[in-house]
């Protein structure tokens, strides 16, 4: 037997930004745990803002596990919160109730600034350095310093050995700014990846002295960028069938659901989604082929194969949950009858 350091790792009940908590337990186990083999724990939920009436021992719930590359026998454990009965979702548990298919595929694009001394790492202590220009996907100390690729290569690694489906890392417009991209099959499955990354990015920060600032527009009304999460998605009928006259739909239903996506595309959107820095205004649905300064950019890729294979949403923002991102967008697309679906309707 081996004893197993099990990091349970939930979100807690901080509005409007939820925020990454865990604590270890030690197991043992003959070899790495199963998601089954992972009992149920508790913890406090006066501490995380979500103890309920008297009651504030809450119930954590295993949902996914990986390997834990930073620590000896170590396994992150993704739990949902539950009420003590241990079977009623906790109100701050999202994951719980949102849509789900497996054949939905989704890419986030996860960008975030290095933080350090209460500024982006990179700017000097007053003032900013040079403008925005050689700083996306740049290369050389003047770029991107002497540090930042280092972390962004090591979260890397981290992530890749942990088995997050990571699909590229690149540097961002702003100075101090990066990026990655996961891509998992399943609303569930991309939004647990996305949350496990984010926990080893901060974890990984603390040894170095900096901070990851997700604020979608932590520089405020100026010239430097903000920070997306750019959701990019398809179901199996867009990459198979698809067509214009279900796309224009689509983007018909879209265009009418506007304020349930901003309702949950991250904090504080209205001001990144201003029409400037390749965005569109927030309170204004639009798309375009190859358009980054629409709401929805559809790839020409897309229209060339006949209106079929991914679209991406530009407006959820770097703070936003994965989990009620991808389920409004299936929510959106449920709305809308298929072909097949409009025929045995006639
Ligand atoms: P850009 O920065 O040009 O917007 P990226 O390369 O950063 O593009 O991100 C593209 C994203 O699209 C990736 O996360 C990738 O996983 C995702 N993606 C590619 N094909 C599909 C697909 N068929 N369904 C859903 N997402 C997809
Ligand atoms: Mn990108
Ligand atoms: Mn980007
Ligand atoms: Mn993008």
């Known amino acids: 037997m081996t004893k197993y350091k099990l990091e349970y790792i939930w979100l807690d009940g901080y509005t409007p930004t939820t925020n990454l908590r865990g604590k270890t337990q030690i197991k043992e186990f003959a070899e790495f745990p199963t998601l089954e083999q992972l009992p149920l724990w508790g913890f406090d939920g006066s501490s995380t803002q979500q103890a309920e009436g008297?009651?504030?021992?809450?119930?954590?719930?295993?949902?996914?596990?990986?390997?834990?590359?930073?620590?000896?026998?170590?396994?992150?454990?993704?739990?949902?919160?539950?009420?003590?009965?241990?079977?009623?979702?906790?109100?701050?548990?999202?994951?719980?109730?949102?849509?789900?298919?497996?054949?939905?595929?989704?890419?986030?694009?996860?960008?975030?600034?290095?933080?350090?001394?209460?500024?982006?790492?990179?700017?000097?202590?007053?003032?900013?350095?040079?403008?925005?220009?050689?700083?996306?996907?740049?290369?050389?100390?003047?770029?991107?310093?002497?540090?930042?690729?280092?972390?962004?290569?090591?979260?890397?690694?981290?992530?890749?050995?942990?088995?997050?489906?990571?699909?590229?890392?690149?540097?961002?417009?702003?100075?101090?700014?990066?990026?990655?991209?996961?891509?998992?099959?399943?609303?569930?499955?991309?939004?647990?990846?996305?949350?496990m990354a984010r926990y080893l990015l901060l974890r990984l920060c603390e040894k170095y002295g900096i901070d990851i600032e997700f604020h979608c527009k932590p520089l405020g009304d100026t010239d430097w960028n903000g920070s997306g999460m750019h959701c990019n998605f398809s179901t199996k009928y867009l990459r198979e069938v698809g067509g214009k006259e279900y796309f224009e739909a689509l983007m018909a239903a879209f265009d009418k659901n506007l304020m349930d996506h901003i309702a949950v595309y991250g904090p504080d959107n209205d001001k990144r989604l201003t029409g400037k820095h390749e965005t569109a205004p927030w309170n204004k649905f639009s798309y375009g082929v190859a358009d980054r300064g629409a709401s929805i950019r559809v790839p020409h890729s897309f229209v060339r194969n006949g209106y079929k294979g991914y679209l991406e949403d530009r407006r959820p923002n770097s703070q936003g949950d994965p989990y009620q991102i991808a389920s409004q967008v299936l929510k959106t697309i449920s709305e809308v009858p298929t072909g097949a679906e409009k025929k045995a309707a006639a």
């Open 54 to 195: 008297h009651s504030s021992d809450c119930v954590l719930k295993p949902v996914a596990v990986y390997p834990d590359p930073a620590r000896t026998n170590g396994a992150l454990v993704m739990c949902e919160v539950m009420m003590p009965d241990g079977v009623t979702p906790h109100s701050t548990n999202k994951r719980a109730t949102i849509l789900d298919d497996e054949d939905a595929w989704f890419g986030f694009e996860q960008e975030y600034f290095f933080y350090k001394d209460g500024r982006p790492l990179g700017f000097p202590e007053s003032g900013y350095p040079a403008p925005q220009g050689p700083y996306y996907t740049g290369v050389g100390y003047k770029n991107v310093g002497d540090i930042a690729r280092q972390l962004v290569e090591e979260h890397l690694d981290l992530c890749l050995e942990a088995g997050i489906n990571h699909e590229g890392i690149n540097a961002e417009v702003a100075k101090g700014q990066w990026e990655f991209q996961i891509f998992g099959k399943g609303s569930k499955k991309a939004a647990d990846q996305i949350w």
